[in-house]
C-alpha cells in the first residue's frame, strides 16, 4: 500500500509528466501555425513564436526533472561503479550534493531576474516576464526533489550496470 507522500509524489510526477505533454503539443502547434503563416500566408506571425519559445523553455525545465525521475541523464559512471558500496554510497551523495549546489544557485540567480520581470512584458504577447522567468525556480526545485528521491532509490545499489534493455537503446 502505498503511503501518503508516495501518493502525493506519483501525483506531482504525473502532473509534471502532464505538463510536458501540454507544452510540447501547444509548442508543436504554434510552429505549425508560424510555418503557415509565414510559407503559405506570407505572414509572420509574432505570437506564435513567443509562444513556442516560452513553451520550449518551460519544457526543457520541467522535462530535466521528469528525465531525473526516469533516470535518463547522462552519467559517466563506470569509475563509481567499481567502488564497494560504502564508497559507491559517499560517490553518489557526492555527485548528488554537487547537483544541489548547482541547482540552488540557479533558483537564487532566478530571483533577481524574477523581481525585474514583474515590471517586464514579452514584446508580442505582453505577458509579464515573470512568468517566463519562475520555470528557473521552479525546474531547479522539481529537478532536486527528484535528485533526492534517485539517492534514496539508488541507496541500495548506487551504480547499478546497464540493463539489456538500456544497452540495446544506446546503440
Known sequence: MLTLIEKVLLLLRRLVSGAVILLFSVMMAAVLVQVAGRYVFNYSIAQASEI????????????????????????????????????????????????????????????????M?????????????????????????YIALELLLSVIQRWDDPFPPPSAGQEEEAI
Request: net charge positive; proline share 7%.
Open 52 to 115: 513556442a519559445t516560452f513553451c520550449q523553455i518551460w519544457l526543457v525545465l520541467l522535462g530535466a526533472g521528469v528525465a531525473m525521475a526516469r533516470g535518463q541523464h547522462v552519467a559517466i559512471d563506470m569509475v563509481p561503479a567499481r567502488f564497494s558500496l560504502p564508497w559507491a554510497r559517499a560517490a553518489l551523495i557526492f555527485i548528488a550534493l554537487v547537483s544541489a549546489a548547482f541547482l540552488a544557485v540557479l533558483a537564487w540567480g532566478s530571483q533577481p531576474l524574477i523581481r
Open 117 to 141: 520581470g514583474e515590471f517586464q512584458t514579452s514584446p508580442s504577447l505582453r505577458v509579464p516576464m515573470m512568468y517566463m522567468y519562475l520555470c528557473l525556480p521552479v525546474g531547479a526545485g
